[in-house]
């Protein structure tokens, strides 16, 4: 009987032989001032005004220098100044016979530049609202970016050629047709291109999904500004892996992260300087369908609402040339902002949290945003105003001679936070 019990209790002793519990996580530090940082950040939940092209709105671009830019299907660009209260219409040209198929805008500000499959570029100065140069290609262009910091003497625009793996840098204030330099990055056409400022380098993509870093000065890759000699080393070849592409690219402000979004629906923040993948978001239309069954009030719509904005969804997963939605930063760099099929979501960067909720008003479909914060001041007091622009298509627009649309503007809701 001792034995019994004595081998009872051996065995007992033995089961609770091996590794013990796993140690608590730490919690992470709360981010200073994150309060401060969401108060900055748009919080209606609605659009309160919408503008107007002719044809369906491609490109949305945002200058420091407190202007915007958009451009249509049907190659028009529109000027607009941002003003302490709304914004206010300033130039329209008619940039291309067909369709813009890219739009950048420098770093500074001051310049923007449209290209098209008719072999041409366009570059405007933004504070005149003008246009200043128009560059004749030997070859249809595929991407387009600047890719000089500001108060550089060569105003650096590099452009991508659609049809092979080249990328040629042009001077924008030379005049002339010829290129600075020209060489094969890619082993395909390159897709996305993203100029760091930061760190004075290029992050561009191929149709396969594969990233490369490269200098706007010699078009290779700057080992001086990243802790990596070879891409197995990081986690860039993630996209490759997940079969899927670029469709676009955000460098945070800082200069520290940047954010690719895919056709899989999923936003993927990588480590500038490592390479190492940092979050994933997967916003597909199987986890909106998983969270509108689940019991939680904050992601659950009306059954009719959220059924059209999935058969909005993916009627536009069938339209080859609708634009992805993109995620950008905000200017503290800790926040991120999408468009999903639920509205749109601010993450937090560092604690991987939903900080606001989901719009529920909009039925505005998962869209291309641009951020526009800065601060206008005035004699007596300082506001800062904040602002969402995002892209759809608006017909039957009633214009002037100018272009300019009538002030019919309905005002749906008028929500403007006091900071």
């Given at each position: 009987?001792?034995?019994?019990?004595?081998?009872?209790?051996?065995?007992?002793?033995?089961?609770?032989?091996?590794?013990?519990?796993?140690?608590?996580?730490?919690?992470?530090?709360?981010?200073?001032?994150?309060?401060?940082?969401?108060?900055?950040?748009?919080?209606?939940?609605?659009?309160?005004?919408?503008?107007?092209?002719?044809?369906?709105?491609?490109?949305?671009?945002?200058?420091?220098a407190?202007?915007?830019?958009?451009?249509?299907?049907?190659g028009?660009?529109?000027?607009?100044?941002?003003r302490?209260?709304?914004?206010?219409?300033?130039?329209?040209?008619?940039?291309?016979?067909?369709?813009i198929?890219?739009?950048?805008?420098?770093?500074?500000?001051?310049?923007?530049?449209?290209?098209?499959?008719?072999?041409?570029?366009?570059?405007?100065?933004?504070?005149?609202?003008?246009?200043?140069?128009?560059?004749?290609?030997?070859?249809?262009?595929?991407?387009?970016?600047?890719?000089?910091?500001?108060?550089?003497?060569?105003?650096?625009?590099?452009?991508?050629?659609?049809?092979?793996?080249?990328?040629?840098?042009y001077?924008?204030?030379?005049?002339?047709?010829?290129?600075?330099?020209?060489?094969?990055?890619?082993?395909?056409?390159?897709?996305?291109m993203?100029?760091?400022?930061?760190?004075?380098?290029?992050?561009?993509?191929?149709a396969?999904?594969?990233?490369?870093?490269?200098?706007?000065?010699?078009?290779?890759?700057?080992?001086?500004?990243?802790?990596?000699?070879?891409?197995?080393?990081?986690?860039?070849?993630?996209?490759?892996?997940?079969?899927?592409?670029?469709?676009?690219?955000?460098?945070?402000?800082?200069?520290?992260?940047?954010?690719?979004?895919?056709?899989?629906?999923?936003?993927?923040?990588?480590?500038?300087?490592?390479?190492?993948?940092?979050?994933?978001?997967?916003?597909?239309?199987?986890?909106?369908?998983?969270?509108?069954?689940?019991?939680?009030?904050?992601?659950?719509?009306?059954?009719?609402?959220?059924?059209r904005?999935?058969a909005?969804?993916?009627?536009?997963?069938?339209?080859?040339?609708?634009?992805?939605?993109?995620?950008?930063?905000?200017?503290?760099?800790?926040?991120?902002?999408?468009?999903?099929?639920?509205g749109?979501k601010?993450r937090h960067?560092?604690?991987?949290?939903?900080?606001?909720?989901?719009?529920?008003?909009?039925?505005?479909?998962?869209?291309?945003?641009?951020?526009?914060?800065?601060?206008?001041?005035?004699?007596?007091?300082?506001?800062?105003?904040?602002?969402?622009?995002?892209?759809?298509?608006?017909?039957?627009?009633?214009?002037?001679?100018?272009?300019?649309?009538?002030?019919?503007?309905?005002?749906?809701?008028?929500?403007?936070?006091?900071?």
């Amino acid at each position: 009987m001792e034995e019994h019990e004595n081998g009872a209790n051996a065995s007992e002793e033995e089961q609770l032989i091996g590794p013990g519990p796993a140690p608590r996580a730490r919690p992470k530090r709360p981010l200073q001032f994150e309060q401060a940082y969401l108060d900055a950040l748009p919080s209606a939940n609605m659009y309160e005004k919408s503008y107007m092209h002719r044809d369906v709105v491609t490109h949305v671009a945002v200058s420091p220098a407190e202007f915007f830019i958009t451009g249509s299907a049907d190659g028009h660009l529109k000027f607009w100044k941002k003003r302490p209260v709304g914004i206010e219409f300033a130039k329209h040209f008619r940039s291309h016979l067909g369709p813009i198929e890219g739009l950048a805008v420098s770093i500074d500000g001051l310049l923007c530049c449209t290209i098209s499959n008719d072999r041409s570029v366009k570059i405007y100065d933004v504070v005149n609202f003008d246009m200043m140069v128009m560059i004749r290609l030997p070859y249809t262009p595929g991407a387009i970016e600047w890719v000089y910091k500001q108060g550089d003497v060569k105003a650096k625009l590099a452009i991508s050629d659609r049809n092979s793996s080249f990328v040629h840098i042009y001077d924008a204030r030379a005049g002339t047709n010829d290129p600075i330099i020209s060489k094969e990055i890619h082993m395909g056409p390159i897709k996305v291109m993203k100029y760091n400022s930061i760190c004075d380098s290029v992050l561009s993509a191929d149709a396969k999904g594969i990233i490369e870093y490269w200098s706007p000065d010699t078009l290779q890759f700057p080992e001086d500004e990243v802790n990596f000699k070879l891409k197995s080393d990081t986690n860039l070849f993630e996209i490759a892996k997940c079969k899927t592409s670029v469709s676009g690219i955000e460098v945070s402000p800082d200069g520290k992260q940047f954010c690719i979004t895919s056709p899989d629906r999923r936003i993927r923040v990588f480590w500038f300087r490592t390479g190492k993948l940092r979050r994933v978001y997967d916003e597909s239309l199987e986890v909106a369908q998983d969270l509108q069954r689940s019991d939680a009030p904050l992601y659950r719509l009306e059954a009719i609402d959220f059924g059209r904005r999935m058969a909005v969804e993916k009627e536009i997963e069938k339209t080859e040339s609708a634009p992805l939605p993109n995620a950008v930063f905000d200017e503290s760099s800790n926040f991120l902002i999408y468009a999903t099929l639920l509205g749109i979501k601010v993450r937090h960067t560092y604690t991987s949290l939903l900080l606001m909720q989901p719009t529920r008003g909009s039925s505005i479909p998962s869209c291309v945003l641009h951020l526009l914060q800065f601060t206008i001041q005035n004699l007596t007091d300082v506001n800062d105003m904040n602002f969402m622009l995002n892209k759809h298509a608006i017909e039957k627009v009633k214009t002037d001679k100018t272009d300019k649309p009538y002030q019919d503007v309905k005002i749906l809701n008028v929500t403007v936070p006091k900071s």
